[in-house]
């Protein structure tokens, strides 16, 4: 069917229940950011294929809202479809409620489904809509009656993550978690929630090993709410000696009905059905939210084995890539290929953790860029290619953005590179006292670009999940201009990654991930070291006043091209601080590299 025919085979469907509009978000009953098949209802009725948008579809009208991010290419593949598109956070654009009044007359009814918008969005949205006189229905999917070959609700076989990765068991955590709740119980809908908890991971979600599932934990039960089909006997038998009950999916509403204590919930992350089901929820952000985003001893040093081998795939590719696009025959499709090949070659590898954003020349510019048949280009020995990418292993999650430069590059090029590169640097090598968090240090990113009246509109840096979601905590730890309060405190993992998007031309983006540690002030001067790789594993350091102090350590080991570099742009320290890292790049991947890859690593990583 194209665009048209399930726009209007839904509209069909919509005057049949006496319904005006039907908001389709992109989400699924988990809220999750990245979603199984079957919930990929906005992606199915819109065409567009970014992963953040909602679409609404009225009678008469049609419209999709997305972020800056994909505004390139929803324009792209929304042609031609019917649908207006609208731009969040840029002035003059609508809300969806705004956009609903001026289209429908009073006393209309919109719809969404209850089961994939969460609690506070039926309330925010419902009490939006009354303003301009309109109903809300949350009891109707309509895509399990028009979307014909719809995908069935993901059946794969859930397996333990065992103490050599995790670092604590499960019995463990849920101890922990009932000293937070005391006499009440909480209810744990989000995916990654479920998965750290338990110590389960399986592959319900592409790239990212979920397990459909909810977990309610009282003080005197744990409950996992999971299809029964599956869980082997090795899972079931695990299960009970962690202390954890199994129910069906399904139960998850009536059980929560019958209970009589206080629940602890998310009503921003929990989707309408469950929570309504709850009759004494309390509203208050996740204690495991907050927990699972701080790494133990264990997981941060298998982050640091997996980003070894996440960088030893990355060196190959880089090189590989530099010597075959001048023989030709490469396109967007067939690098992306390659990288997820050369990282499979890795022990413990589980695959990518997001298809990679393969953009070659104006496709760098589509910020989140994801190459298909219809969109693939060839890749020449000239301009820029934006890469990002990230690998799976059993030991640890990676993302990481290079930007690959393939010949001859103008000058703007050249200075937005580098702009980037001194952000990254800034934002990479802070200092900062505690308390402080990622809003207060997002602008040392952006501060030389914004000289040149340059900017991005996406956030600098998220948490990464310990074999879990490339995006962890995304409400939590952030680098980024809206503001975000949680401090950044040592053993959480968080992303750098700011850009420069030129549309028509090119894109620059340079990302690592990295550890919240203490500050060493044992160098020269009493100033900071530079990182150097230390294990956090010591007493806090208190700094020179009001400490403690903290720093980053790098995680990511790639190289970064130098021959971009416009290096008079760079400051001394700035200048220091890239060779130091370019060299601790080099000390910790030489030793799993063949004898070609570590001499064409270490020239790349000389001094500039």
Known sequence: MKTTEKIEALRNLLKQ??????????????????????????????????????????????????????????????????????????????????WLGSVLPAGSTVAVDGWVNTASEVEELENELKAYGLALRTDIDPYNTIWEDRPAIPQSKAFIQGLEFAGESAESKIARIREKIGSSAIVLSMLEEVAWTLNLRANDVENTPFMLGYVVITPQNTLLYISKEKLTPEVEEYLKGEGVGIRGYEDIIGD??????????????????????????????????????????????????????????????????????????????????????????????????????????????????DPTPETDIPVKPEGLLLIDSGGQYLDGTTDITRTIPLGPLSWE?????????????????AVFPKGTCGTQLD???????????????????????????????????????????????PGMIITVEPGIYIEGSHGVRHENTMLVVNADFSGENGKANMPDGKPYDGPEA????????????????????????????????ERQWFNSYQQTVYQRLAPRLDEEHKDWLKEITQPI
Not at 55 to 70: E, F, K, P
Not at 322 to 351: C, D, H, I, W, Y
Not at 416 to 427: A, E, Q, S
């Open 443 to 489: 602008g040392f990113a952006r501060e030389a670009m914004w000289k040149y009246g340059i900017n991005y509109l996406h956030g600098t840096g998220h948490g990464v999940g310990q074999y879990m979601s490339v995006h962890e905590g995304i409400d939590l730890h952030q680098f980024r201009m809206q503001w975000r309060p949680t401090p950044l405190l």
């Open 542 to 573: 208190q700094g020179l006043t009001f400490g403690p102090y903290y720093t980053f350590e790098h995680l990511t080991l790639c190289p970064i091209l130098t021959s971009p570099i416009l290096t008079e742009m760079l400051s001394e320290e």
């Open 413 to 429: 090029m050249k200075r937005d590179y580098t702009l980037v590169l001194k952000g990254w640097i800034r934002l990479g090598s």
């Open 17 to 98: 229940e006496g319904i005006s509009a039907f908001i389709t978000p992109s989400t699924d009953p988990h809220s999750g950011e990245y979603v199984p098949e079957r919930w990929k209802s906005r992606r199915w009725i819109s065409g567009f294929t970014g992963s953040a948008g909602t679409a609404v579809v009225t009678l008469d009208n049609a419209a999709l809202w997305t972020d800056s991010r994909y505004f390139i290419q929803a324009a792209e593949q929304l042609e031609g479809t019917g649908y207006q598109l609208m731009k969040e956070k840029i002035e003059g654009t609508p809300s969806i409620a705004e």
């Open 256 to 369: 929560l009905s019958g209970l009589s204590m206080p629940v602890y919930t998310q009503p921003n992350k929990t989707n309408h059905a469950v929570y309504s089901a709850i009759k004494t929820p309390i509203r208050k952000e996740s204690s495991v939210a907050h927990m699972l985003i701080f790494k133990n001893k264990t997981e941060i040093q298998c982050f640091r084995n997996a980003m070894e081998k996440d960088g030893v795939a990355m060196v190959k590719w880089i090189k590989w890539t530099l010597e075959n696009v001048p023989k030709g025959n490469q396109t967007e499709l067939s690098l992306s290929e390659k990288l997820k090949a050369f990282r499979m070659e890795q022990p413990l590898s589980k695959g990518v953790s997001f298809e990679s954003i393969m953009g070659y020349a104006h496709h760098g510019a589509i910020v989140h860029y």
